[in-house]
């Protein structure tokens, strides 16, 4: 009981933590380069915790991302759920890669999301945006070996903390 | 244990339901994403939410805000510390002080602009600062630390002392969304200053410029011209300094010219803004006349013909 609540709380924390780093001010200049931490975080806990995430959390937790951003309604729901269709369905592999390997994978996720958002935006009239629109993906992909190792680290000391 | 796991949850199998599930969640959230495009529904979401919103962008603030008190809190260490050095640092000290009371001089004149703009307009406003928060790196957007609770509603224009900034768009309790004259969907009536010619400055797909799309060809415009706001449409009062032209080229279609202008406001950069409390009249056509037709006591049977009737 003890094990699991701790366990909760890693999971939940994390997730919230994600949408204070999405509202978090940068200088100007390092606005471009803010990744997806949502994404991130849900590809890290669909490789590890299956169990806990389905694709009906990933819509809501998109629901709730829109919502505190601001954004058209629906639009990281359908970003989340179609990014972790696609981690589940492979899971089983990209579980057992090599982390630059994972890296590689986590990019070409992100550069799919992107692609997907650039086609809403087109759909909503929207004008096409600048050239550092795609920088995202790039330090998503940088920042997921340290986000990956930390929250591993976390849960492994949770793990025999209990023990 | 996790490989039997993966046998018995239909999702992960290699069937159909697990693309049956994506597709259902897909449409939900495309019909949600039509909905809230030509509804705006995401506003009262937002709205009914608020208490939950809230407290979200104040925790997300906060590192932004302990930021410049620790930075204030250091100037002053620094300056104890140099008073008890050596008698040699005496000039340096002078310096590191009067650095310090030059940013807090300019503060207070940009505030001083800023009472100055309200007072000799005459019009009622309300100070309001911005909170460090980032709403959308693509939509240019800002939000300020007052709401419906400090009479702020939706459709006020928001001023810094240089410029117009934009307009209220959004309210809660203690914040409000500023769509910035930048944001694409964002258009303002402007006339140039030196000419009187009106037209329409919209913002673009560059996030720190605003274009004219549609001048006549003929029309006298020169690079350097000042825009200020025309008055029309009734959002934003007449005369305030909106940009100035940076350059002038023949648009897509080449029936029209199309200018590109420099907002005058810091966008970036104000921490202060006015938000403007009157919702001006729009000025427009005149209202039509009331009924016409012979007077009532002359009238007969038949009933006076309104105005506005086929």
């Known amino acids: 009981m003890n094990r699991s609540r701790a366990h909760s709380v890693l999971f939940w924390g994390s997730l919230v933590l994600c949408y204070v780093l999405q509202l978090m001010p940068l200088p100007p200049t390092l606005l471009p380069f803010k990744p997806f931490w949502l994404a991130l975080v849900v590809i890290y806990w669909s490789l590890e915790a299956p169990e806990r995430v389905g694709l009906g959390l990933m819509f809501v937790l998109g629901l709730i991302g829109d919502v505190l951003g601001g954004e058209l309604l629906g639009e990281q729901a359908a970003r989340l759920c179609v990014l972790g269709f696609i981690v589940l369905r492979f899971r089983a592999r990209l579980r057992f890669f090599p982390m630059w390997q994972q890296s590689i994978a986590v990019l070409a996720l992100l550069l799919n999301d992107r692609i997907f958002l650039l086609m809403i935006h087109a759909f909503a009239g929207d004008p096409l945006p600048p050239p550092t629109f795609w920088l995202a993906p790039v330090t998503g992909a940088l920042a997921w070996p340290w986000l990956f190792l930390l929250l591993d680290d976390l849960r492994a000391r949770l793990r025999t903390h209990d023990a | 244990m996790a490989i039997a796991r993966n046998e018995t949850s239909p999702l992960f199998a290699d069937s159909a339901l697990g693309t049956l599930k994506l597709t259902f969640y897909l449409t939900v959230a495309i019909v949600l994403m039509i909905a809230d495009h030509r509804g705006g529904y995401i506003e009262h979401v937002r709205g009914t939410l608020s208490t939950a919103i809230e407290p979200v962008y104040r925790v997300a603030a906060l590192p932004a805000q302990l930021g410049h008190d620790a930075r204030l809190a250091l100037a002053d260490r620094r300056r104890l510390a140099e008073e008890n050095a050596e008698l040699g640092r005496k000039l340096m000290l002078a310096d590191a002080a009067l650095n310090r009371y030059a940013s807090v001089e300019e503060q207070n004149q940009r505030l001083q602009r800023l009472l100055d703009v309200q007072h000799s307009l ?101 690079i350097g011209d000042r825009l200020i706001t025309s008055g029309l449409g009734g959002v934003y009062p007449a005369g305030f300094p909106v940009g100035e032209i940076r350059a002038i080229s023949n648009d897509a279609s080449g029936l029209f010219a199309a200018a590109v202008a420099a907002p005058s406001a810091s966008l970036d950069r104000s921490g202060e803004v006015l938000v403007l409390h009157q919702i001006y009249d729009a000025i427009g056509p005149p209202d039509l006349a009331p009924a016409f037709g012979p007077p009532a006591n002359l009238a007969g049977d038949a009933e006076p013909i309104k105005a506005g009737k086929p």
């Open chain 2, 122 to 222: 005459g019009l009622s406003a309300q100070l309001a600062r911005l909170v460090e928060v980032d709403p959308g790196p693509f939509h240019r957007r800002i939000v300020l630390n007052v709401g419906s609770n400090d009479r702020v509603t939706v459709g006020q224009a928001v001023i810094d002392a240089t410029g117009v900034m934009g307009q209220i768009v959004e309210t809660l309790p203690h914040t409000s969304t500023v769509m910035l004259i930048t944001n694409p969907s964002q258009a303002i009536p402007v006339a140039i200053e030196r000419t009187g010619l009106r037209t329409i400055a919209k913002g673009g797909s560059n996030a720190d410029t605003l274009e004219l799309p549609t001048i006549p060809i003929s029309a006298d415009i020169k």
